[in-house]
């Protein structure tokens, strides 16, 4: 039987795939190449913390980032921005390195980290404090905070804002000499108290933490500010376009003050929206809880929008740059459909995913007629969008299985599969009429099919002209191999479970239903020994991706997306809702 359709939600924004996306970037690119603003370079980055494993989102800037240094020949720098010791870790920046290489981007020889500049990072803050422009603070976190003022009242000067340069020095060196407890003492910006960009109240630009960094040990003990190190790292790697997401909006005014105060290079920031897809979250705050409270297993779980988490599930890095460029750049945010990337990935894996025949609730099938010690090897074609991917040979044999919800005993009307006296084509093989039900004799519950073959009918039509209205897939019992499939659906059942009206914590939106496991489908033998990572579609069913949980014992799938195209019906709809207007 068919599941019923689930109510396809409309997205906030609908993007056409028949329209060039926006792309406001491009714009102020050609336009500095014109003016020759920076000699005619081209130099972006792509600056994560790492802190996290990189989601969906970040592919957007990687693909914005590093897609921009390709198409004007320039070059773009994958840069660590590790100011946080105590939340970073090795294994995040190992996986970012996989995940930006996995989507198919290089940075050369332009690997680097912020921690690389800790020295001089350091003295361009001694500089600072030279210049009257930074001092030592010595309030508490909380006395800072109640000073800071609000959105609608000026903030106070601190006490010690007035300290002498060599009192600041002093201190400054001490801080950085371990003589003092975390929070004791801050280096802050000596900016302007009552301006109304909060960021711009003397901000915090070092911090005292004790702790050990992944790459700088126990070298330091006071540690630069994300927006302090942020700012300068993009100096000193004479970045020209620094193209960040619309958040940082507020923080260019900073940026800009650390950067004329110390008269240093200057890279132009431009602001782009984020992404946001619906059905998921994109916060890595949000993902890390998913990962260490056990809704999902780990950062690479299928459902997960993280880069491991679909490749895991079988998405390819053509199909995510593909949806990267058609959701293109825009100033404004957004969310953006998950039909619309579950539709660029039918797209690509239509083109090359070989076609097999599995059967996920398999039902025994006995064909009456058919020798009981025969077998037959069946011509079918690897991909009929590619005839130069070949075919194979599928065994036929007496004793097959179909899917439980090919049959009906007692069919509705609109159903054309198998049911009791009903003859239906087997894909590649022969026409078969259902003759009989077996049924447990306690439970009466359905057993298996007996059925009769016309083996005239082979790999063709019936020599009388006789029509079939449906043809299903199946697997011969005795040649199959045993495999267990992991259904996914949407990992929450929200379209926007980000959205704090919708979903007030984010994790009781969670989809219950978002894992389903069938541990006895069966699988044509052609299936032997799948590599990890190879795609397929099982004919009718789907796209699926060999686990790594595979093992030569037991195949595992995951499956990557059904061949329904949510994504057409939701443009249809959208044409129509234009047309009406
Ligand atoms: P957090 O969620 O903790 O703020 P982040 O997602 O911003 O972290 P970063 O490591 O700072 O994580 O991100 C690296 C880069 O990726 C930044 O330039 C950031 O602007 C960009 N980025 C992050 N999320 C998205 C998103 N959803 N869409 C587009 N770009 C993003
Ligand atoms: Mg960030």
Known sequence: MKTPKKEEKQATNIITTDSAPPNFIRNIIEEDLKTNKYEGRIVTRFPPEPNGYLHI????SICVNFGFAAEYKGKCHLRFDDTNPAKEDVEYVESIMEDVRWLGFDWGEHLHYASDYFEQLFEYAVQLIRNGKAYVDSLSADE???????????????PYRSRSVEENLDLFERMKAGEFEDGAHVLRAKIDMASPNMLMRDPTLYRIRKVSHHRTGGKWCIYPMYDFTHCLSDSIERITNSLCTLEFENNRPLYDWVLDELDVYHPRQTEFARLNLTYTVLSKRK????VTGGYVNGWNDPRMPTISGLRRRGYTPEAIRNFCE?????KRDSTVDMALLEYCLREDLNKRAPRVMAVLRPLRVVIENYPEDQTEMLEAVNNPEDPGMGKRKVPFSRIL?????????APPKKFFRLAPGREVRLRYAYFIRCTDVVKDEKTGELVELRCTYDPETRGGDAPDGRKVKATLHWVSETHALEAEVRLYDHLFDKPNP??????????????????ETLTSCRVEPSLKGAEPGKRYQFERSGYFCADPDSSDDKLVFNRTVTLRDTWAKIQKKAQNQKKKR
């Open 144 to 158: 800072i905070r109640e000073y800071r003022g609000t959105l609608t009242e000026p903030g106070r000067e601190s």
């Open 498 to 515: 980000a959205d704090e009206k919708e979903c007030p914590d984010f994790k009781s939106c969670l989809n219950p239903k978002s894992l």
């Open 287 to 290: 993902l890390i809880e998913l």
């Open 326 to 330: 058609r959701i293109g750049v825009a």
């Open 401 to 409: 299985y179909i899917e439980q919800e090919d049959f009906m005993e």
């Open 57 to 60: 989102g970040h592919a957007k």
